[in-house]
């Protein structure tokens, strides 16, 4: 077993380095990497960016959204959470498994203090708390064991980043179960920071193998493939909203110059359909307005820029752009 040392805070980069170390380093060893990222939004592979996100606040925040390639559900990461990854190659049938590969992650942390245990399918709790959840993904003969560990993290911006209104919201991607969560800082027999904490349980891990850390360093080019599937992939709108599935948005909101109903149908994260009802007067037709809306990203962004010159008013009455992006955003 050998580490691999990532000092980056960046999300996307991140999980590129993650991914690729996954699928491309030799298969005659297991390893370990520990990491932070700096606040984002990790989103399980089959689910729907926008259903899992405030996005108002996650836009206010800047929290970065990321798509990973493991099942589950979204996790909110910040300065104050270890990431580990735990890579293996296995022989035989390959199956989905949280118990095995795990069991060294619960034994290193009950060296810190941390009496933990695995809970339900796949969470680590303490005392009923949730404090990690886990995910996994196969590819060939190897394993990506995947979790957070929240250590020091600010917990009200986590139920904040996470707090949908899933009422607007129609879909089919995999929802995220809402569970009590809990750091495990005030649980440790010593005050140890994060970083601390990091190498005691990197330190512990291999212990428990009998063996000493020892790292795997990256050649260049192994670097330079990294950042090509971090620019290519991960730092892409197509990756982390494109590849949401379909989904329908519905809001409504009364005016004094009356009631708009907008309803979008939303697939690959591009607005395929889209109706605007109301008891509203205009002097155009908003079938125009429609119209326009349809093959737009379903982006605040792109929004923002495709009706950036349009007069509004002319279908609704005294509406600003900005009232009308929160009605389809909100």
């Given at each position: 077993?050998?580490?691999?040392?990532?000092?980056?805070?960046?999300?996307?980069?991140?999980?590129?380095?993650?991914?690729?170390?996954?699928?491309?380093?030799?298969?005659?060893?297991?390893?370990?990497?520990?990491?932070?990222?700096?606040?984002?939004?990790?989103?399980?592979?089959?689910?729907?960016?926008?259903?899992?996100?405030?996005?108002?606040?996650?836009?206010?925040?800047?929290?970065?959204?990321?798509?990973?390639?493991?099942?589950?559900?979204?996790?909110?990461?910040?300065?104050?959470?270890?990431?580990?990854?735990?890579?293996?190659?296995?022989?035989?049938?390959?199956?989905?498994?949280?118990?095995?590969?795990?069991?060294?992650?619960?034994k290193s942390l009950e060296n810190l203090g941390i009496n933990a245990e695995l809970s339900g399918r796949n969470d680590l709790t303490l005392e009923g708390k949730k404090f990690s959840g886990i995910a996994q993904s196969v590819w060939k003969n190897r394993v990506l064991n995947h979790?957070?560990?929240?250590?020091?993290?600010?917990?009200?911006?986590?139920?904040?980043?996470?707090?949908?209104?899933?009422?607007?919201?129609?879909?089919?991607?995999?929802?995220?179960?809402?569970?009590?969560?809990?750091?495990?800082?005030?649980?440790?027999?010593?005050?140890?920071?994060?970083?601390?904490?990091?190498?005691?349980?990197?330190?512990?891990?291999?212990?428990?193998?009998?063996?000493?850390?020892?790292?795997?360093?990256?050649?260049?080019?192994?670097?330079?493939?990294?950042?090509?599937?971090?620019?290519?992939?991960?730092?892409?709108?197509?990756?982390?909203?494109?590849?949401?599935?379909?989904?329908?948005?519905?809001?409504?909101?009364?005016?004094?110059?009356?009631?708009?109903?907008?309803?979008?149908?939303?697939?690959?994260?591009?607005?395929?359909?889209?109706?605007?009802?109301?008891?509203?007067?205009?002097?155009?037709?908003?079938?125009?307005?429609?119209?326009?809306?349809?093959?737009?990203?379903?982006?605040?962004?792109?929004?923002?820029?495709?009706?950036?010159?349009?007069?509004?008013?002319?279908?609704?009455?005294?509406?600003?752009?900005?009232?009308?992006?929160?009605?389809?955003?909100?």
């Amino acid at each position: 077993m050998k580490y691999l040392e990532n000092l980056s805070n960046n999300p996307w980069y991140n999980l590129a380095f993650e991914e690729y170390c996954f699928k491309n380093l030799p298969q005659d060893e297991d390893y370990v990497i520990l990491w932070i990222n700096s606040p984002a939004i990790i989103v399980g592979k089959n689910q729907n960016t926008i259903e899992e996100i405030n996005q108002e606040y996650v836009r206010e925040h800047d929290i970065k959204i990321v798509r990973r390639i493991t099942g589950g559900g979204a996790v909110y990461h910040d300065l104050g959470n270890l990431n580990f990854s735990i890579i293996t190659t296995v022989s035989g049938e390959v199956r989905i498994d949280f118990g095995k590969i795990n069991i060294p992650m619960l034994k290193s942390l009950e060296n810190l203090g941390i009496n933990a245990e695995l809970s339900g399918r796949n969470d680590l709790t303490l005392e009923g708390k949730k404090f990690s959840g886990i995910a996994q993904s196969v590819w060939k003969n190897r394993v990506l064991n995947h979790g957070t560990i929240l250590f020091d993290t600010d917990l009200t911006v986590l139920s904040s980043a996470l707090n949908v209104k899933k009422d607007k919201i129609e879909s089919k991607g995999v929802k995220s179960v809402k569970s009590r969560v809990t750091n495990i800082r005030p649980y440790l027999t010593q005050d140890l920071n994060l970083l601390t904490f990091k190498d005691l349980l990197l330190k512990n891990m291999f212990a428990l193998e009998g063996l000493d850390p020892t790292e795997y360093i990256l050649s260049d080019k192994q670097k330079e493939e990294i950042n090509r599937l971090y620019k290519e992939k991960y730092n892409t709108w197509d990756w982390n909203y494109g590849e949401s599935p379909q989904f329908d948005y519905k809001n409504y909101k009364r005016y004094p110059f009356g009631s708009i109903d907008v309803r979008l149908g939303i697939k690959n994260g591009v607005i395929q359909d889209a109706k605007v009802y109301g008891d509203f007067f205009g002097t155009e037709d908003v079938s125009l307005l429609q119209d326009k809306l349809k093959g737009s990203r379903y982006d605040r962004v792109a929004m923002e820029e495709l009706l950036q010159d349009e007069t509004l008013n002319k279908y609704f009455g005294d509406i600003s752009n900005v009232e009308f992006l929160d009605l389809l955003f909100e």
